[in-house]
């Protein structure tokens, strides 16, 4: 994984070399169709789930199946936004209302799944997260929000650029509770690769925050790398779990 | 002593059962694919499960543990002391010395 994400970054510096595949391929068209694999991956196992309806993790999927759809609609609105109307910067667009959407349902289905083993759950492991978590928060309002707001903006954009990385922040805490609890076990993997995702999206979701506040942001730009190891990473993660679900519980 | 073992396969049900009905019979399946324990067997080999659960769910594996716990003292009519944090294995050999009484007088 991080060999493939280094050959990502190697990939988008070198972009002047052939600036047409980055911008029509990398950071508009493959984000996009992995999100739809993840999405595919994901109603794996809620097909097996469903067949007994009575399981507490065939609603968990379908939560996290509605997040990761919303989550390509977000992607394949922006695809189209950019490749077939040519908005250069869709954003704000109906992109954003699909991408915000999105956390919603992935947020309620890894609460629940957690919640599931809450026995499990001790105060060093809330506490852990939350200070994580908090000092994450920290570190973007302070070096990239903060500065957010000294600029111009419009009060939607500028309410889109503190809700991404925030709510990434707010997923993310969930998730380390979750890796808490799976520690020492297969179930570890998935939530692992979970976490490092979002961490991921977190910092594609700060910079872009701040790049287009700044103005500098341009499709192709080196942090969509970000974007699309985050997705990459989300989608190995599926697999994993799918794999772990189908064949221990 | 069968009497305690048939409760307890009662209580390893019920508490699996907060894997849904799929996840439950997949545990059961795979114990038996990996271990050769069958569902009836677990009681005379209880840490083989509790270390089948652990490879799985980590930590996680104490939410199954406490849950069954929990129905097997509402069976048995055992509380746990509340002051104590057990584990399975410890919950086990207190609530069998205090069945074993029961049964005796």
């Keep these: 994984m991080f060999l493939f994400s280094v050959s990502i970054f190697v990939i988008y510096i070198f972009?002047?070399?052939?600036?047409?595949?980055?911008?029509?391929?990398?950071?508009?068209?493959?984000?996009?169709?992995?999100?739809?694999?993840?999405?595919?991956?994901?109603?794996?196992?809620?097909?097996?789930?469903w067949r007994g309806s009575k399981s507490p993790f065939a609603k968990i999927w379908l939560y996290l199946i509605s997040g990761l759809f919303l989550w390509f609609l977000g992607e394949t609105s922006w695809g189209v936004y950019?490749?077939?109307?040519?908005?250069?910067?869709?954003?704000p667009s109906v992109a954003d209302v699909f991408w915000i959407g999105g956390y919603i349902p992935l947020f309620i289905g890894y609460f629940t799944y957690v919640m599931i083993f809450r026995?499990?759950?001790?105060?060093?492991?809330?506490?852990?997260?939350?200070?994580?978590?908090?000092?994450?928060?920290?570190?973007?309002?302070?070096?990239?929000?903060?500065?957010?707001?000294?600029?111009?903006?419009?009060?939607?954009?500028?309410?889109?650029?503190?809700?991404?990385?925030?709510?990434?922040?707010?997923?993310?805490?969930?998730?380390?509770?979750?890796?808490?609890?799976?520690?020492?076990?297969?179930?570890?993997?998935?939530?692992?690769?979970?976490?490092?995702?979002?961490?991921?999206?977190?910092?594609?979701?700060?910079?872009?925050?701040?790049?287009?506040?700044?103005?500098?942001?341009?499709?192709?730009?080196?942090?969509?790398a970000f974007y699309f190891v985050?997705?990459?990473?989300?989608?190995?993660?599926?697999?994993?779990?799918?794999?772990?679900?189908?064949k221990e519980f | 002593?069968?009497?305690?073992?048939?409760?307890?396969?009662?209580?390893?049900?019920?508490?699996?059962?907060?894997?849904?009905e799929y996840g439950r019979d997949l545990i059961y399946s795979r114990l038996k694919d990996s271990y050769g324990l069958i569902k009836d067997d677990i009681p005379d080999h209880i840490e083989i499960f509790i270390k089948f659960i652990k490879e799985i769910f980590g930590h996680g594996a104490v939410a199954i543990e406490k849950e069954i716990i929990s129905h097997l003292s509402k069976k048995l009519e055992i509380k746990p002391n509340e002051k104590k944090s057990y584990s399975l294995i410890e919950y086990l050999n207190e609530a069998r010395k205090i069945f074993d009484e029961k049964f005796k007088s």
Excluded at chain 1, 20 to 34: A, E, G, K, R, Y
Excluded at chain 1, 144 to 157: C, F
Excluded at chain 1, 162 to 178: E, N, T
Excluded at chain 1, 239 to 246: L, Q
């Design chain 1, 15 to 49: 972009q002047d070399y052939y600036p047409h595949f980055i911008f029509s391929i990398f950071s508009n068209t493959i984000c996009p169709v992995i999100s739809g694999f993840a999405v595919v991956t994901a109603s794996f196992s809620l097909e097996r789930y």
């Design chain 1, 82 to 91: 950019t490749l077939i109307f040519g908005v250069e910067l869709p954003y």
């Design chain 1, 119 to 224: 026995k499990a759950l001790t105060l060093k492991m809330i506490a852990k997260s939350l200070i994580i978590s908090a000092i994450t928060t920290i570190i973007v309002i302070v070096t990239v929000l903060l500065p957010i707001l000294t600029w111009k903006e419009n009060l939607v954009t500028l309410i889109l650029d503190f809700a991404y990385p925030l709510l990434d922040i707010l997923l993310l805490s969930i998730l380390l509770i979750g890796i808490n609890i799976f520690w020492g076990g297969r179930l570890k993997i998935p939530w692992l690769l979970m976490v490092s995702a979002l961490s991921t999206n977190v910092c594609a979701d700060a910079a872009f925050s701040y790049t287009t506040a700044q103005g500098t942001y341009y499709p192709g730009h080196l942090l969509d």
């Design chain 2, 1 to 20: 002593m069968k009497a305690f073992k048939k409760v307890l396969i009662e209580a390893i049900d019920a508490g699996l059962f907060m894997l849904g």
């Design chain 1, 230 to 246: 985050s997705y990459v990473l989300m989608y190995v993660a599926y697999i994993v779990a799918m794999h772990v679900h189908m």
